[in-house]
């Protein structure tokens, strides 16, 4: 059997069957699996049964490993492998956060639109999450075709985007949220500069690329940018753009950064566990260099 692709939607999520991730990849089922990629943006894995180490090795076939931000942080000791970004609600030792913990401020901030990593000069290629507890109701995901949004985003706007470059710190969404960064965290996290419009290197499809981590566009005055980025995002998380993900346990769903967004959805988090694994792994380079756009700022 080769894996197989069932659509979801028309264009940005799929469902694969038929493969098992935990085994090493035919070439045929990879082949299968990053075209897959290619055409929609969001894949769903149903019923993997994955050791760290497996997840681990899958996510490098789409690139070098993005290592979790967690690890470099006030954190306490990892509950999971360093490859991996813990995005749970549960302490060392498996239990729920207490409101008091300050990862779970942390991981609320998940809850507002972003594509992972654009606040590391080199940002996220695919991210590959792991569901190995879910809540009774609530924590969906929503995923949003930057594609798609792009395409239909009127024609001033696009002008007044394409070349331009956001500041992108992790500083900016966790303050949204209140959680504070520490002087060391904020030291190793300097903002850094990306293109707001990106081309998807295998769909040469225009995307638009923007996150809550956005705190500044280069040469705009404050005001001016955060009522674009405000309808910007407001455009570009329509319904029409997004597919919702109702987990069930032991789902892989795999996302491309370059052209999705994201957010973790409400649920009750310091009741139930939700056992969130995500390996991610890096794009080739800088948005800027990609798109062949001088930097105009240092990263500083
Ligand atoms: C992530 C993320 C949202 C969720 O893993 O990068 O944003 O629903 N997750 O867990
Ligand atoms: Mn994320």
Redesign the pocket.
């Known amino acids: 059997m080769t894996a197989e692709v069932w659509p979801i939607t028309d264009t940005f999520a799929a469902e694969i069957g038929d493969v098992d991730l935990s085994k090493p990849l035919s070439g045929d089922d990879w082949q299968v699996i990053e075209d897959a990629f290619n055409t929609y943006s969001v894949l769903v894995f149903p019923d993997q049964r994955l050791k760290q180490d497996e997840h681990v090795a899958f996510a490098r076939r789409f690139g070098p490993i993005d290592m979790s931000m967690i690890a470099d942080m006030d954190a306490g000791d990892l509950r999971v492998a360093p490859e991996i ?1 813990d ?1 749970s609600n549960l302490t060392l030792e498996g239990e729920v956060m207490d409101a008091d913990n300050r990862m779970i401020e942390f991981q609320r901030a ?2 507002l639109w ?1 594509t ?1 990593s654009s606040f590391k000069p080199t940002p996220a290629n695919a ?1 590959l ?1 792991y569901m190995q507890a879910i809540p009774p109701v609530g ?3 929503d995923f949003a075709d930057m594609r798609a949004a792009w395409d239909a985003l009127d024609d001033g706007l696009k002008v007044k985007i394409e070349g331009k470059v956001a500041l992108h710190s992790i500083a900016t969404s966790r303050a949204k949220m209140g959680f504070e960064m520490t002087p060391d965290e904020n030291a190793a996290y300097p903002r850094v500069p990306q293109v707001m419009v990106r081309t998807h290197r295998a769909s040469g499809r225009k995307s638009i690329y923007i996150a809550s981590h956005v705190g500044e566009i280069v040469d705009m005055p404050e005001k001016e940018t955060l009522a674009l980025v405000d309808a910007l995002m407001a455009h570009a998380t329509q319904r029409q753009f997004v597919y919702t993900h109702r987990w069930r346990l032991n789902d892989l769903v795999i996302w491309d950064n370059k052209c999705t967004l ?4 409400d649920f009750d988090d310091l009741r139930w566990p ?1 056992d ?1 694994q ?1 390996a ?1 792994s890096l794009d080739i380079g800088p948005t800027c260099e990609q798109e062949g756009i001088a930097v105009p700022l240092a990263a500083e």
């Open positions: 970004a995005v998940n809850r972003h992972d991210s999450l924590g969906l995901t994201h957010r973790g959805r939700r969130a995500r991610t």
